[in-house]
T-cell receptor, first 111, second 115 residues
Framework: QKEVEQDPGPLSVPEGAIVSLNCTYSNSAFQYFMWYRQYSRKGPELLMYTYSSGNKEDGRFTAQVDKSSKYISLFIRDSQPSDSATYLCAMSDTGGFKTIFGAGTRLFVKA | EAGVAQSPRYKIIEKRQSVAFWCNPISGHATLYWYQQILGQGPKLLIQFQNNGVVDDSQLPKDRFSAERLKGVDSTLKIQPAKLEDSAVYLC?????????????FGPGTRLTVT
């Protein structure tokens, strides 16, 4: 079993839709939960990170962490064609020393 | 603030040849990471430096891969000899400190093709 599982997609949605991206994990030592966006032929870009459980909102993006279910989500409201990219979830342990990435979900937002 | 710099951006070599990649992290960032990203997969950590010391190189194929970070600033990753399965994007990232692994900044990557 992989430490982090992420559906690779692709996920195709119309412009303006609400997008839900998800990851599950198995290691209860993870305390930091991150979402990165990666455009084609670019390096990953940190969107946001959350510590422990709860929600965090940044503009059109909302990250949710449910540690009891070992399940994290990223919601994108009012999706735009410019949101078309691969979204990687990642997790770090308490000290932030060990980081594991998911395989990424490819998202296409159609105009 | 300048981002993480990497060079070259693209490299094509034949198997059994050697290749080297260079990375310059964000100024002041003590921790530097090298990742390998195979097409369709997430980044896999190869080696992590804290200043000029190695923190984690458990997934580095040491029979062919080597890395150094002299003076605790820029770093080089070398592959010698290369195999076909080394074809991937090699990403360099940096963070303020080892305990800030939740906030890593990535460079554009070097796309390696081994023929």
């Amino acid at each position: 079993q992989k430490e982090v599982e992420q559906d690779p997609g692709p996920l195709s949605v119309p412009e303006g839709a609400i997008v839900s991206l998800n990851c599950t994990y198995s290691n209860s030592a993870f305390q930091y939960f991150m979402w990165y966006r990666q455009y084609s032929r670019k390096g990953p870009e940190l969107l946001m990170y959350t510590y422990s459980s709860g929600n965090k909102e940044d503009g059109r993006f909302t990250a949710q962490v449910d540690k009891s279910s070992k399940y994290i989500s990223l919601f994108i409201r009012d999706s735009q064609p410019s949101d078309s990219a691969t979204y990687l979830c990642a997790m770090s342990d308490t000290g932030g020393f060990k980081t594991i990435f998911g395989a990424g979900t490819r998202l296409f937002v159609k105009a | 603030e300048a981002g993480v710099a990497q060079s070259p951006r693209y490299k094509i070599i034949e198997k059994r040849q050697s290749v080297a990649f260079w990375c310059n992290p964000i100024s002041g960032h003590a921790t530097l990471y090298w990742y390998q990203q195979i097409l369709g997969q997430g980044p896999k950590l190869l080696i992590q430096f804290q200043n000029n010391g190695v923190v984690d190189d458990s997934q580095l194929p040491k029979d062919r891969f080597s890395a150094e970070r002299l003076k605790g600033v820029d770093s080089t990753l070398k592959i010698q000899p290369a195999k076909l399965e080394d074809s991937a994007v090699y990403l360099c990232a940096s963070s303020l400190a080892g305990g800030a692994g939740y906030e890593q900044y990535f460079g554009p990557g070097t796309r390696l093709t081994v023929t």
